[in-house]
């Protein structure tokens, strides 16, 4: 099978991605839609972000991660969000841990998987295990086509959705990165925004190897139906002597 033909089925695919994905956003920053990639082994990053609806919602999130090796290279994640929803104030915890299975490379799929769950702070209860794989296909070394599916079990309802989403990354300059993302969750639901696609666009700017800053706009993007800024800040600790990330795959 040729580059163009993959090409068009990996594009195929995302079409059928285009109108939902996971509710719990952990990938790549504040953006949702996951990349197969993890980083080297010992290095470590702490991504952070905040986020303002046009309701009023609000969050601030803080996710520090570090790659370690117990019997094969695993990203390990704990995200924290304080969160206004409606009027009240909640903080979620939501560890993950995130492997790769393919590498990925210009014209072929890579594959990862990656699981976790969120708990209440303050009473300690479990909110929402969930399990997705991401997949990317690399059109060239500035640009990525990202799939993700997956499940998602919402036990404040004790409902099961299926999680799926498609992304699109663009290094158009040295420093600068546009991506575009599609996704939501497919299941049964009382209020309808919540299996309403959600959508995000924005920009990364990464003036160097260690620190880049995220503006974004979304739309729905917690499943309520309103519009929602960010802004968003990432800082690397990689390990000392390795090649830049943004220098293996053409991506800041």
């Known amino acids: 099978m040729g580059w163009a033909a993959r090409t068009g089925i990996t594009v195929a695919i995302a079409a059928l991605g285009a109108f939902a994905a996971q509710d719990a956003r952990a990938a790549n920053g504040a953006y949702a839609v996951d990349a197969a990639d993890i980083s080297d082994v010992g290095s470590c990053k702490v991504e952070s972000w905040l986020s303002a609806a046009s309701n009023t919602d609000f969050s601030a999130v803080a996710n520090p991660s570090c790659v370690v090796d117990p019997f094969r290279p695993i990203e390990l994640s704990l995200q924290t969000i304080r969160a206004r929803s409606g009027g009240d104030w909640s903080t979620t915890i939501a ?13 072929r799929w890579g594959l990862s998987a990656y699981g976790g769950g969120s708990f209440d702070a303050a009473t300690g209860e479990a909110l929402s295990p969930f399990a997705v794989i991401p997949a990317t296909f690399r059109l060239s070394e500035t640009m990525r086509i990202n799939v993700n599916g997956g499940w998602l079990w ?23 990165q546009w991506t575009i993302e599609a996704y939501g969750q497919a299941g049964a639901a009382e209020v309808a925004s919540i299996v309403q696609p959600r959508f995000q666009t924005g920009v990364r700017y990464r003036p160097n190897e260690i620190f880049s800053v995220d503006l974004i706009y979304g739309r729905n993007i917690t499943g309520e139906n309103a519009n929602w800024i960010t802004i968003g800040t990432t800082i690397r600790f990689p390990v000392h002597g390795s090649e830049p990330e943004h220098r293996r795959t053409g991506h800041l």
Do not use: Q, S
């Open 154 to 176: 919402d036990r404040t309802v004790d409902r099961h959705y299926l999680t799926y989403g498609i992304g699109f990354d663009w290094k158009f300059t040295d420093t600068l």
């Open 95 to 107: 560890p993950k841990a995130k492997t790769n299975f393919v590498p990925t490379g210009i014209g």
